[in-house]
């Protein structure tokens, strides 16, 4: 063997030892990098040479530095984490609205029911009482507030989830980038048999956290780069993206759309689906049931109020809901009127007293329902214009923005009520309440400005609180989900399907995690770097290096000793 | 006498290509970072040199005795004193004893060139990777537990 040939094996040998000792270099120091994994130096035979002796070893030579990872484990990895990021986000928007319902408090709906109701009890026993009056608007009031409040709260906390989906489709939209641009990279240094395998740990990781964020379907390409698509559109594609965009729809909220074609993207899992969930299914689903429970009373409480008596007669009384075609029948949806349901056929009193209190007249309005039926205009043509046709004393008009109003003449009063057709409530005349739902419900105006129009007697006499009896038995009335339930047991049935949605979602949330810790340590047992491991090879070496180094003077020192016995000439 | 002389120098030739040959395992040992294999190979070369110096003992032995002559007697010179039919024979001998010896040592000292210099790479990973914690390792690698002493200073 020439000199040339032994100083190139060690030039070899010396450049694969170096390059192995490199690597376990850069697994210590990456030992704690985020889906950094193990990389080994992969060595063989390098070619021999030929020689007129026959065929000379040369050595061992660096094939690759490969990566110690098993895709399969990627893949699962991927699946599962983006089913945890959907039940995560799904978690916290139910752990959100529990907070909002603040159950059990003195704040809570469930108290402050329980108080409104208790508050109609004590006006029966002193309805003649201004304190026991003011006590219920007061506590009528503040139940009004909390089922607004809490109405906000829910709608606001959609808002709050159309914020999260805008910062995830840019989340999306740059990691879509950093991928490309890893593409790009891989490719470029990918050139023969070489592996980029730290730019490669870099793109899973990038997998990864993109798996968290939305499902999507991935496909590595012969050149090295990675084809991500999601329900069918290419997000990255070699060096190129698609980027997602957001439009708003009827309701005021993001819809995710391509930014090319304006197309919905198709989202199946991952945070976003897991946001939007929250979004369109599980608070909406809370708001109707809380509108539900809202409209309950609303509707309940107007209609056993407009048959009672307060203790002061309407100088002028102004419908508390707005008609939008007076021609058509009260109890059409058509009248616009948002209580049409309620009403039955029946009639309502009407009582016109004058200033002294004796009564005038006493006129009785049918109502009849269906086709042909009770409109406004009918009411309004029975009580009259004017104040001399019709009922005397007293004129009936609908304003410009589609309230019904009915005047008494000066030196006259009048009372509206003994309601059996459901017509008052559904007008919002002589009634409680005002707002047809959660977020709109609130004590009626004349109640707000003169408590005296608290119709707590059935009868009119002085003393008489049956018809505020009448209303605080409503609370155990069963009229809500089909009459089988009272409100109380709707609210209570709603929290507890919020309790077990949050606790269904919070176990597959812990699930996940419990199947990703799982993954992430069969992956840590593949591709992980063990420090221990490592540092005890480094020793190991170390050792045995040392040796060789003393052995290979020692021989050195010996063949100079030989050579010189041997003599040269 | 010298045809004893003649298989010594025979043998040792045939030793030290045994040693050219291990050296070609022993780089493929670093270069693999095979520390077992490593030493198992030490430890051949290392019985190799005990015979190849019991060998050159006896050679020098048999010289002095040859040529009735103390201190150091070289090959060459011996060829001189060597009965004139085996005379080529010690000069082939000689020639290719030298030869491959010359071989061994070039491949000995890039040999250790690369195990110093590898050695240096590890010796300087293992101080950044120990971080001054290097008493914490024994000398197979194996972590030592600390026994917890306090030792305090005592007037």
Same mark, same amino acid.
């Given at each position: 063997?020439?000199?040339?040939?032994?100083?190139s094996?060690?030039?070899?040998?010396?450049r694969?030892a170096?390059?192995?000792?490199?690597?376990?270099?850069?697994?210590i120091?990456?030992?704690?990098?985020?889906?950094?994994?193990?990389?080994?130096?992969e060595?063989?035979?390098?070619?021999p040479?030929?020689?007129?002796?026959?065929?000379?070893g040369t050595?061992?030579e660096i094939?690759?530095?490969?990566?110690?990872?098993?895709? %399969?484990?990627d893949?699962?990895?991927?699946?599962?984490t983006?089913l945890?990021?959907?039940?995560?986000?799904?978690?916290k928007?139910?752990?959100?609205?529990?907070?909002?319902f603040?159950?059990?408090?003195?704040?809570?709906?469930?108290?402050?029911?329980?108080?409104?109701?208790?508050?109609?009890?004590?006006?029966?026993?002193?309805?003649e009482?201004?304190?026991?009056?003011?006590?219920?608007?007061?506590?009528?009031?503040?139940?009004?507030n909390a089922?607004?409040?809490? %109405?906000?709260?829910?709608?606001?906390?959609?808002?709050d989830a159309?914020?999260?989906?805008?910062?995830y489709?840019?989340?999306?939209?740059s990691?879509?980038q950093?991928i490309a641009?890893l593409n790009?990279?891989?490719?470029?240094?990918?050139v023969?048999?070489?592996?980029?395998?730290?730019?490669r740990?870099?793109?899973d990781?990038?997998l990864?956290?993109?798996?968290?964020?939305?499902?999507?379907?991935?496909?590595?390409?012969?050149?090295?780069?990675?084809?991500?698509?999601?329900?069918?559109?290419?997000?990255?594609?070699?060096v190129?993206?698609?980027?997602?965009?957001?439009?708003?729809?009827e309701e005021?909220?993001?819809v995710?759309?391509?930014k090319?074609?304006?197309a919905?993207?198709?989202?199946?899992?991952?945070?976003l689906?897991?946001?939007l969930d929250?979004?369109?299914n599980?608070?909406?689903?809370?708001?109707?049931?809380?509108?539900?429970i809202?409209?309950?009373?609303?509707?309940?409480?107007?209609?056993?109020?407009?048959?009672?008596?307060?203790?002061?007669a309407?100088s002028?009384?102004?419908?508390?809901y707005?008609?939008?075609d007076?021609?058509?029948?009260?109890?059409?949806?058509?009248?616009?009127?948002t209580?049409?349901?309620?009403?039955?056929?029946?009639?309502?009193?009407?009582?016109?007293?004058?200033?002294?209190?004796?009564?005038?007249?006493?006129?009785t309005?049918?109502?009849?329902?269906?086709?042909?039926?009770?409109?406004?205009?009918?009411?309004?043509?029975?009580?009259?214009?004017?104040?001399?046709s019709?009922?005397?004393?007293?004129?009936?008009?609908?304003?410009?923005?589609g309230?019904?109003?009915?005047?008494?003449?000066?030196?006259?009063?009048?009372?509206?009520?003994?309601d059996?057709?459901?017509a008052?409530?559904a007008?919002?005349l002589?009634?409680?309440?005002?707002?047809?739902d959660?977020?709109?419900?609130?004590?009626?105006?004349?109640?707000?400005?003169?408590?005296?129009?608290?119709a707590?007697?059935?009868?009119?006499?002085?003393g008489?609180?049956?018809?505020a009896?009448e209303?605080a038995?409503?609370?155990?009335a069963?009229?809500?989900?089909n009459e089988?339930?009272?409100?109380?047991?709707?609210?209570?049935?709603?929290?507890?399907?919020?309790?077990v949605?949050?606790?269904?979602?919070e176990?597959?949330?812990?699930?996940?995690?419990?199947?990703?810790?799982?993954i992430?340590?069969?992956?840590?047992?593949?591709?992980g770097?063990?420090?221990?491991?490592?540092?005890?090879n480094l020793?190991?070496?170390?050792?045995? %290096?040392?040796?060789?180094?003393?052995?290979?003077?020692?021989?050195?020192e010996?063949?100079d000793?030989?050579?010189?016995?041997?003599?040269?000439r | 006498?010298?045809?004893?002389?003649?298989s010594?120098?025979?043998?040792?030739?045939?030793l030290?290509?045994?040693?050219?040959?291990?050296l070609?395992s022993?780089?493929?040992?670093?270069v693999?970072?095979?520390?077992?294999?490593?030493?198992?190979?030490?430890e051949?070369?290392?019985?190799l040199?005990?015979?190849?110096?019991?060998?050159?003992?006896?050679?020098?032995?048999?010289?002095?005795k040859?040529?009735?002559?103390?201190g150091?007697?070289r090959?060459?010179e011996?060829?001189?004193?060597?009965?004139?039919?085996?005379?080529?024979?010690?000069v082939?001998?000689r020639?290719?004893?030298?030869?491959?010896l010359?071989?061994i040592?070039?491949?000995v000292?890039?040999?250790?060139?690369?195990?110093?210099?590898?050695?240096?790479y590890?010796?300087?990973?293992?101080?950044?990777f120990? *971080?001054?914690e290097?008493?914490?390792?024994?000398?197979t690698?194996?972590?030592?537990?600390?026994?917890?002493?306090i030792?305090?200073?005592s *007037?």
């Amino acid at each position: 063997m020439s000199g040339f040939a032994g100083l190139s094996i060690a030039m070899r040998a010396l450049r694969a030892a170096q390059m192995s000792m490199e690597v376990s270099g850069h697994n210590i120091a990456n030992a704690n990098t985020p889906g950094y994994s193990r990389q080994r130096v992969e060595l063989v035979e390098s070619l021999p040479d030929l020689t007129p002796w026959g065929v000379k070893g040369t050595g061992v030579e660096i094939s690759r530095i490969a990566r110690v990872r098993e895709e %399969y484990l990627d893949l699962q990895l991927r699946n599962e984490t983006k089913l945890l990021g959907q039940w995560e986000e799904i978690e916290k928007f139910l752990s959100r609205l529990e907070l909002y319902f603040n159950e059990p408090s003195d704040e809570g709906l469930n108290n402050l029911m329980s108080e409104f109701w208790a508050r109609w009890q004590d006006l029966s026993l002193t309805p003649e009482e201004q304190t026991s009056r003011s006590n219920l608007l007061q506590q009528s009031d503040v139940l009004a507030n909390a089922f607004n409040t809490l %109405y906000d709260k829910m709608q606001d906390l959609r808002y709050d989830a159309d914020e999260a989906i805008k910062s995830y489709i840019q989340e999306i939209n740059s990691l879509a980038q950093n991928i490309a641009s890893l593409n790009k990279q891989i490719r470029f240094y990918e050139v023969g048999d070489a592996v980029a395998n730290d730019l490669r740990d870099q793109r899973d990781e990038m997998l990864r956290e993109l798996s968290e964020l939305i499902d999507f379907n991935s496909e590595e390409q012969p050149d090295g780069t990675i084809l991500v698509s999601i329900g069918g559109v290419n997000l990255v594609n070699k060096v190129f993206t698609e980027e997602m965009s957001y439009r708003f729809n009827e309701e005021g909220h993001i819809v995710p759309i391509w930014k090319t074609n304006n197309a919905p993207v198709e989202i199946k899992a991952g945070k976003l689906k897991g946001v939007l969930d929250a979004r369109d299914n599980k608070i909406p689903t809370y708001i109707s049931r809380i509108n539900e429970i809202a409209r309950a009373i609303i509707s309940e409480v107007n209609k056993q109020h407009s048959k009672g008596w307060g203790l002061e007669a309407f100088s002028s009384l102004r419908s508390a809901y707005s008609i939008s075609d007076t021609g058509e029948e009260i109890s059409s949806s058509d009248s616009g009127l948002t209580f049409y349901n309620v009403v039955n056929d029946g009639d309502f009193v009407i009582t016109v007293n004058d200033d002294s209190g004796n009564t005038v007249s006493t006129d009785t309005v049918n109502i009849v329902t269906g086709a042909g039926g009770t409109t406004t205009d009918d009411i309004v043509s029975t009580i009259g214009s004017d104040f001399t046709s019709g009922i005397s004393h007293l004129r009936a008009y609908v304003d410009s923005d589609g309230y019904l109003n009915i005047e008494a003449e000066a030196g006259y009063r009048f009372f509206i009520n003994q309601d059996t057709s459901g017509a008052l409530a559904a007008l919002g005349l002589n009634t409680f309440f005002k707002g047809e739902d959660a977020g709109t419900i609130a004590v009626n105006d004349p109640i707000v400005e003169n408590v005296k129009f608290i119709a707590a007697s059935s009868s009119g006499e002085i003393g008489d609180g049956n018809n505020a009896v009448e209303i605080a038995q409503l609370k155990d009335a069963t009229l809500m989900d089909n009459e089988s339930a009272t409100i109380y047991d709707y609210y209570a049935s709603t929290l507890g399907v919020l309790g077990v949605d949050k606790k269904e979602s919070e176990n597959l949330k812990k699930g996940q995690e419990v199947l990703i810790t799982h993954i992430k340590n069969s992956i840590e047992d593949v591709s992980g770097v063990s420090l221990d491991e490592e540092a005890m090879n480094l020793l190991k070496f170390q050792h045995s %290096y040392q040796a060789a180094a003393r052995f290979l003077g020692v021989i050195d020192e010996m063949l100079d000793t030989l050579i010189n016995e041997v003599g040269r000439r | 006498m010298w045809n004893e002389l003649q298989s010594v120098l025979q043998e040792e030739i045939k030793l030290h290509r045994k040693l050219k040959e291990t050296l070609g395992s022993l780089r493929e040992a670093i270069v693999l970072r095979d520390s077992v294999k490593l030493e198992e190979i030490l430890e051949f070369q290392s019985e190799l040199g005990k015979e190849i110096q019991n060998l050159e003992n006896k050679r020098v032995a048999l010289c002095r005795k040859l040529i009735q002559q103390e201190g150091v007697i070289r090959l060459s010179e011996l060829v001189e004193y060597a009965p004139k039919s085996m005379r080529k024979v010690f000069v082939r001998l000689r020639n290719e004893m030298i030869s491959l010896l010359e071989q061994i040592q070039r491949e000995v000292r890039v040999m250790r060139y690369v195990v110093r210099t590898v050695l240096g790479y590890v010796e300087e990973m293992i101080s950044i990777f120990t *971080a001054g914690e290097l008493m914490a390792y024994d000398s197979t690698g194996s972590k030592v537990r600390s026994k917890g002493y306090i030792y305090s200073a005592s *007037a």
